[in-house]
């Protein structure tokens, strides 16, 4: 049998505050560069449908602004296409690294989804969306950092679906011991790398005993193998109630398919905002980077006119995609940066307020690049 390969780990996107006038000038280190380390990196781009394009042109635009060491493949794709194109499939199988604009589903039969159909394909199975409060932002709820790993590829996301007789629909809900245990896993070493406290697997075990019972008892088993990072459960429902009432609570959530795209469109909105939330998609071999949480906003035709898309979540993913590619100095510039503009509360689009283009935030986001 093979050997098992180790599972990648996205670094964590958010550091502790810091004073920036005092360490503005400072150097960290981070890591020893091997030869060629710095040559630039290419990455996939596709810019998507509805807000894709303005969102992606932001984050080329500060790329360049940054000097930053990446250079982007272009290609078009869009969610009414019956698969993704081969060219396109070749070029992430080479640059193994991919950043993405919201496809959007059509509703009905004959298409299927081309978010699902990359996920299944280039076998990145983990999702992962890290919520949390911004400085100088308000909300309800204080002290929320929650970071939601889903699993990627099956669940009711396996799109099994077949008419048994006119009327009468069967959906299959696909659940194995093989992915939960692996998914688990990622969570736990994602909770050990970043210094995270907490493990929560969120489930619906109290009715589907066999498909979220094999969840559960794949978590517990991985649970025992991190006995200093505290592990416990929630049903979904449950887990919707406490969210809005007390987010502060959770830490690192692992869940099943569906459940993790409900959960995390939820903490989204109670931390600032979907157009804030970074998120994206990881495997062995491949990554695919892209706004944490879209709920709504990828077709927004109204954003889409006015040129008002929010673009920070995909900034912030840029950042998280320059960790995976290991250039941590230009990912913390970044995010300094685009905090920076939060924080300041003069250019902010309607999502948060405010009445800024996205390229009124390009350009702040520029201005504040150290």
């Given at each position: 049998?093979?050997?098992?390969r180790?599972?990648p ?9 810091r ?10 280190l981070?890591y ?10 290419p ?14 042109n ?10 930053a ?5 272009r ?41 699902v ?17 911004f ?7 204080e002290n929320?950092?929650?970071v ?22 069967e ?17 736990f ?5 970043n ?26 088993e ?16 449950n ?9 502060e ?24 905002g979907?157009g ?7 495997g062995?071999?491949?990554?695919i ?13 109204k ?16 950042a ?9 100095s230009?990912?913390d510039?970044?995010e ?35």
């Open positions: 049998m093979a050997a098992r180790t599972i780990i996205i670094r964590r996107l958010i550091s502790p505050c004073n920036h006038s005092r360490l503005s000038n400072a150097r960290s981070t020893m560069p091997r030869p060629g380390d710095g040559d630039l990196r990455v996939t781009l596709i810019p998507g449908d509805g807000i894709g394009p303005l969102v992606t932001a984050v080329e635009q500060v790329m360049e602004a940054m000097h060491p990446v250079y982007f493949e290609y078009d794709v869009h969610g009414y296409m019956k698969e993704v194109p081969r060219e396109v499939m070749e070029s992430i199988l080479k640059n193994k690294v991919c950043l993405k604009g919201g496809l959007m589903t059509p509703m009905g039969g004959g298409v299927s989804s081309l978010n159909q990359l996920r299944k394909e280039l076998d990145l199975y983990a999702s992962l969306v890290n919520c949390f409060n400085p100088g932002l308000p909300t309800r709820h929320v950092d929650i939601v790993i889903r699993e990627n590829t099956e669940g009711e996301y396996s799109g099994l679906e077949h008419e048994v007789v006119p009327g009468v629909v959906s299959l809900k696909v659940i194995s011991k093989f992915s939960s245990e692996r998914i688990a896993k990622y969570a070493e994602y909770a050990y790398l210094n995270r406290k907490k493990v929560t697997a969120v489930h619906k075990a109290n009715i589907m005993k066999l498909a979220d019972g094999l969840f559960l008892e794949s978590c517990r991985v649970a025992t193998q991190y006995p200093n990072i505290q592990y416990n459960e929630v049903i979904v429902d887990c919707c109630m406490q969210l809005v009432s007390k987010p609570q959770f830490d690192v959530m692992v869940t099943p398919n569906l459940y993790g795209n409900l959960v995390a469109n939820t903490a989204a909105g109670i931390a600032g979907t804030l939330m970074p998120g994206g998609n990881v062995y071999d491949y990554a980077f892209e706004q944490g949480a879209s709920a709504g906003n990828v077709g927004n035709e954003i889409v006119e006015g040129k008002k898309a929010n673009p920070v979540a995909l900034l912030l993913s840029s998280m995609m320059l960790r995976h590619l290991q250039f941590p230009f990912a510039r970044l300094s940066a685009v905090k920076r503009v939060i924080m300041e509360d003069k250019c902010r689009t309607k999502d948060l307020g405010g009445d800024s283009t996205t390229q009124d935030v390009v350009d702040a986001v520029i201005s504040f690049l150290d």
